[in-house]
């Protein structure tokens, strides 16, 4: 839910630090100096966005020994955490001081939103044709540090975010359900499968039942947390009793859809937000 991360830019900034938007995450890891460069450079440090992949990594780092690297990664936590303190105060004192609006009501706010995710495009373009060479963010966002791996999945990644901030913004379910189910439950059925996933699927032996249950209650949750979130702040109405039934319906497509044996045909990053689109469009008709 990168949605979230989007989305807050137009929330009142005091809600941020207890807004559901930070379960968004793609794929969280307690940050490391390499998964720094991109928290910071995103400039959304409570959203942290990072593939697990970078810890295993990094855990060849081993020569510094065990006990530097818990102690790097408690620095970079509290880093992290100091940072985003201090630009949630930033913003509250701005708002406070009327010199910035609490909740922006500019149509190109949408605009706004997606040049987050644009700006990041645009790295990841740069750098996956090795135009420049930003070492951390390859490492960090690719799975063999090859920077051309930045062309696929975290530019369908950054694409979507993109897509579901100008066409969905905060007026349709349909935006904040798609990215629940890749930024939330994709993200964390990587995570739990990884780590709890003995049990094969039947008909996928590359996924677990671990994954795919975890994939299924997560998109669910971040989803209703979202909605429920943007209900709040008045950006849309919903009946409750129903909104949960279509939002298990959509969560169990996407967790269908993610557990095919796919991957080599169709990235997950655009196989998941695509089909969570339009079955969520479909069933919420808006
Ligand atoms: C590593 C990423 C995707 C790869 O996925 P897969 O192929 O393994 O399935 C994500 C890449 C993220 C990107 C480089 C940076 C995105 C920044 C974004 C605009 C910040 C939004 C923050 C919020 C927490 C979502
Ligand atoms: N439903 C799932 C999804 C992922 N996983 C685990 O997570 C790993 C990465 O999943 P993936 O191929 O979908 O990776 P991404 O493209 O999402 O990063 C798999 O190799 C599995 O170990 C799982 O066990 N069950």
Redesign the pocket.
Known sequence: ??????MNLGAPASSLSSSP?HL????VVTPSSSTLP?LLT?A?PK?????PRQLRRHSSAAAAGIGGDVLQDAGATLLVIGGAYALVSTFDNLTRRNIIEQISKSTGARYFASL??SI?CL??VINGLSLTTDEG?VK??S?EGKPEE?L???L???LV?IVSAIVFWRESPVGMISLAMM?GG?GIA?IMGRKFGFRKLPYNQQKSWAGSISMFLFSFLVSVGMLYYFTVFGYIQLEWMSTIERVALVSFVATVIESLPITGIV???ISVPLVSMVSAFLIFGY
Do not use: E, Q, W
Not at 24 to 27: A, G, N, Q
Not at 47 to 51: A, S, T
């Open positions: 839910m990168a949605y979230g991360a989007i938007a968004f995450r793609r794929h991109i995103t959304l959203n942290i966005l990072i593939k987050v995710p990041n790295r990841l963010l960090s966002v799975r930045l696929r999945g975290p369908y990644y950054v975010l930024c994709d990587d990235d997950d990053n």
